[in-house]
């Protein structure tokens, strides 16, 4: 089983910046990626950035030049810069953890981001 904490999140005026953090503990050893999904109010939840442990990364076009996703295996975090952010970009930000034949290991609690003037 593995848990995953989340932190970061806030409240942010458009324009600015906000860093999200997630580690991860328990049987990672399985672990093949792990990323962010949002989940705004009204709408399902969508796939934000994925990194896998080769260090390749999948962004959601609409974060793509704004968002950057990293990972630091030796610390087993994963964490999520995002610049630019838009009202838009509003919503729970949930980390998860995949194994490698593609099934979720496990979710973080979630975490809000809200950009609003």
């Known amino acids: 089983q593995v848990q995953l904490v989340e932190s970061g999140g806030g409240l942010v005026q458009p324009g600015g910046s906000l860093r999200l953090s997630c580690a991860a503990s328990?049987?990672?050893?399985?672990?093949?990626?792990m990323g962010w999904y949002r989940q705004a109010p009204g709408k399902q939840r969508e796939l934000v950035a994925r990194?896998?442990?080769?260090?390749?990364?999948n962004l959601a076009d609409s974060v793509k030049g704004r968002f950057t996703i990293s990972r630091d295996n030796a610390k087993r975090s994963v964490s999520l810069q995002m610049n630019s952010l838009k009202p838009e970009d509003t919503g729970v930000y949930y980390c998860?953890?995949?194994?490698?034949?593609?099934?979720?290991?496990?979710w973080g609690q979630g975490t809000q981001v809200t950009v609003s003037s």
């Open positions: 998860f953890g995949e194994y490698k034949n593609g099934r979720v290991a496990g």
């Open positions: 328990g049987s990672l050893f399985s672990i093949n990626a």
């Open positions: 990194i896998n442990s080769e260090g390749s990364t």
